[in-house]
């Protein structure tokens, strides 16, 4: 029942990170990236204090916290020169690595059965991203180092949750702290500090659903089925960055696309309910 909660909550923060690109994507036009990151940083830090009201762990969490910092500067401002389906597809590409710095760092490896849908996952983000359309450009270089970053997050998550003298909300705190300083030490980087309600709202947002909670979630819930399933289920991050970008920004999908997604969509469902079936990690 715990496994069946965990898939739930880690596939509603897969949604609420797909929504992010687009809503993000309106609320950087003109604006500085890394003052954006700051002020969320910031917002959920003191939010984290009131909420959970535990004591930080600062060295694990610290440790979390450099490769967080490092994912979303290189993603919010690489969002600004490519485009938010792309910057989804690159982001999600932090999904077949994951195994990699799973083993390197748990020395788990993936099943076959993983290791093929893994595949199949990477062919499908190939799809989506239809690299036909939109040449590889600076944005993208930028994106690809935040999902590195983000694929070694994922993996130090479960690491050190398993752990029975960590307690995870203790490593909240400390996360968004240092990746609110260093967004703002960049911050000069990033051209002028426009805000617009587009702004404040897309910040507030993200502050609340896709940093707090979606952390909470991870932290909570990540361990009970391991690093290489929760790859699988983020892979719904793309999928969800594409259908919201053409809802909110009318960017157009190719059959393509279309078919990398239904692929995506296949490679989850098969992940998991293989999880479920063989109970293996």
């Not at 609420?16 to 993000?24: D, E």
């Not at 009201?53 to 490092?70: C, E, H, V, Y």
């Not at 930028?142 to 994922?154: E, N």
């Not at 400390?174 to 897309?202: D, R, V, Y």
């Amino acid at each position: 029942m715990k496994k069946i909660q965990a898939i739930t909550l880690l596939f509603a923060v897969t949604m609420i990170w797909g929504l992010t690109f687009p809503v993000q994507k309106i609320a950087l036009d003109g604006a500085n990236p890394f003052f954006y990151n700051f002020l969320r940083f910031i917002v959920s830090f003191f939010l984290s204090l009131l909420f959970f009201r535990k004591k930080p762990s600062w060295g694990k969490g610290l440790i979390l916290g450099l490769f967080l910092a490092i994912a979303y500067a290189s993603q919010t401002s690489g969002l600004k020169i490519t485009s938010s389906t792309k910057s989804g597809f690159i982001t999600s590409l932090y999904i077949p690595l994951v195994p990699f710095f799973s083993y390197i760092v748990e020395m788990i490896k993936p099943t076959l059965i993983q290791f093929l849908t893994f595949l199949v996952s990477i062919f499908g983000l190939y799809m989506l991203n239809d690299p036909s359309r939109d040449p590889f450009n600076i944005g993208d270089l930028l994106t690809l180092v935040c999902a590195v970053s983000f694929a070694i997050h994922v993996v130090l998550i479960t690491h050190f949750t398993k752990r029975s003298d960590v307690d995870e909300i203790s490593l909240i705190a400390p996360q968004f702290l240092l990746t609110a300083l260093i967004n703002l030490c960049l911050t000069p980087l990033g051209g002028g500090l426009k805000i617009s309600m587009e702004f404040i709202f897309a910040m507030v947002f993200s502050a609340l659903l896709a940093t707090i909670f979606a952390l909470w979630v991870q932290l909570k819930f990540q361990k009970e089925v391991g690093s290489n399933v929760s790859a699988l289920i983020y892979v719904g991050e793309p999928v969800f960055a594409a259908i919201f970008s053409f809802l909110i920004l009318s960017e157009k999908l190719s059959f393509l696309q279309i078919s990398g997604m239904i692929l995506l969509i296949c490679a989850i469902i098969f992940g998991i309910a293989y999880k479920r079936d063989s109970g293996g990690d």
